[in-house]
């Protein structure tokens, strides 16, 4: 049977070094599996995801912009990929528009409910791997990374939100969210992963 799993978390927690780790735990056990990001993970999608990460732009043209994508994402590879069985994976889902556009940027969460119904009312995700972590842990991991885009240059306030936000829907759904403690060692959070997975599947 087919699972969709999505990893969720501020700007510097840590979820983008364990979906390898899930990845190659999932294809060990034979199943199909595609792995994906937003925004992004279609042609289109890559390309409003350069003009979300890197314009400004109204918050509400932002959120329509992200659901824009996700639409994509959901048309062309998740429901194809769920629908044959596969297992689907993605680096980000609708809990980040709550988090970001919601918690961090102040957008009124009933639209974003608006958008969530009209874009997916019928598919979330199977389970949710939310990886929390303080926010001066997360800030000094994405000092010694990259070149920042605008959300990882925002300021402490506004991760703050993020993370309330993250927190109130892990909360609000804790049917499919499970909360690691990201400032663990990646040995420890892995064990953990595998521990989630084998009792969730």
């Keep these: 049977m087919s699972k969709f799993i999505t990893f969720e978390g501020i700007d510097g927690a840590g979820k983008s070094t364990h979906i390898a780790f899930v990845a190659d735990y999932i294809q060990q056990r034979g199943i ?10 279609t042609p289109l999608g890559e390309k409003l995801r350069e003009i979300v990460l890197h314009e400004k732009m109204h918050l509400e043209t932002e959120a329509l912009l992200v659901f824009a994508s996700r639409r994509e994402h959901i048309a062309e590879v998740i429901e194809p990929a769920l629908a044959r069985g596969a297992w689907v ?3 980000r889902f609708t809990d980040s528009s709550f988090a970001y556009q919601g918690g961090g ?24 791997l939310l990886f929390d972590v303080p926010l001066d842990v997360a800030r000094a991991r ?10 990882e240059q925002e300021k402490a306030d506004f991760f703050a939100a993020t993370r309330n936000e993250y927190l109130r829907r892990a909360a609000q759904f804790p049917q499919r969210f499970r909360v690691i ?6 040995a420890a959070i892995q064990l953990q992963i595998a521990s989630i997975l084998d009792a969730c599947f």
């Design 32 to 41: 199909e599996l595609v792995s994906s990001r937003e925004p992004g993970g």
């Design 181 to 186: 403690d990201s400032t663990q060692s990646i």
């Design 142 to 151: 994405l000092d010694a990374t990259r070149e920042l885009d605008k959300f």
């Design 89 to 91: 994976i993605s680096d």
């Design 105 to 128: 940027r102040g957008l009124d969460r009933a639209k974003l409910e608006a958008l969530e119904q009209w874009v997916h009312a019928d598919l979330q995700p199977d389970l949710t």
